[in-house]
Each structure stands twice: as structure tokens, then as C-alpha cells.
């Protein structure tokens, strides 16, 4: 009877402890949407070729994907084959593929305009947004 009770208690603090982990993965991509837009728009105002916001947004686009694969993967950590719960674990085990798809795009599209240092620096964006998250105060 205490096993049963214990295997309950474990499993209310599994599923909120998915929860907190959840409301985290949603700030940092929404932090790295947030950084992006913002020095996108700095970019805008400050560069006279609008080909380096175009690169920077398609960076920080594959950036702000990235970043969501990788929470994805994070939160499937831990788990065993048999859970139920762990869905779209998928995107997270491909998440070098926003990375690779990166790098061959702008090299495909390098002749009409597309720059390779703002679109991997809009790449990086995520880190950005994942040292803010770092420094945020938890208070749960």
C-alpha cells in the first residue's frame, strides 16, 4: 500500500515538474522570437542593404526552430521507451537539421543576395535568449 502511494505521489511530481519544464521551453522560444524581432528591427534601421535583416531573420528563424528541437529533446531526457507521454520527441533528435538546412540554403541562395555572418550570427540568437532564461529568478 505505501509503494502504491508513493508510485502516485512520484508520478503528481513528475507530471508537474513536465509542467514547470513546459512553461520554460515556451519562454525561451518566445525570448529567442522576442531578441530576434528586436535586433531585426535595429538591423533595419542601422544597415542601408536590406539583404543583411533578410539573412539575420532567416537565421534567427532557424535559430528560434533550433531552440524549440532542442527543448523537445530536453524534455524526452529521463524517459523510457515504454512512456506514453513523450510526443514529438522526434524533432528534437533532428534539431542539426535546422543548422545543416542553415548553411545549405544560404550557400544555395549566396548569388541572389543571401549573407552568410547575419544569418548564422540570427542563428545564435537562441543563446541569446538562453542566457536570459539563465539569469531569470525562479520562484517555484
Known amino acids: 500500500m505505501a509503494a502504491q502511494f508513493e508510485a502516485k505521489q ?7 515538474n513536465k509542467e514547470k519544464f ?4 515556451l519562454a525561451l522560444v518566445s525570448d529567442t522570437v522576442y531578441f530576434s524581432v528586436l535586433i531585426a528591427c535595429l538591423l ?4 542601408s542593404n536590406p539583404f543583411v535583416t533578410i539573412s539575420y531573420l532567416f537565421g534567427a528563424m532557424s535559430g528560434t526552430a533550433y531552440s ?6 530536453v524534455e524526452t531526457i529521463g524517459g523510457s521507451i515504454d512512456d506514453t507521454e513523450i510526443e514529438g520527441a522526434g524533432i528534437g533528435q533532428a534539431r542539426f537539421a535546422f543548422l545543416i538546412l ?8 549566396r548569388d ?4 552568410e555572418i547575419p ?8 543563446q541569446l535568449s538562453s542566457l536570459g532564461q539563465g539569469l531569470k ?3 517555484d
Do not use: C, H, N
Request: aromatic share 18%.
Open 68 to 73: 524549440y528541437g532542442l527543448g523537445k529533446y
Open 137 to 139: 529568478e525562479i520562484d
Open 22 to 25: 513546459a512553461k520554460r521551453r
Open 119 to 126: 544569418s548564422i550570427m540570427g542563428f545564435f540568437t537562441y
Open 44 to 47: 533595419w534601421l542601422v544597415s
Open 10 to 16: 512520484d508520478a503528481g511530481v513528475k507530471a508537474e
Open 102 to 109: 542553415l548553411f545549405v540554403v544560404v550557400g544555395k541562395f
Open 112 to 115: 541572389q543576395g543571401l549573407l
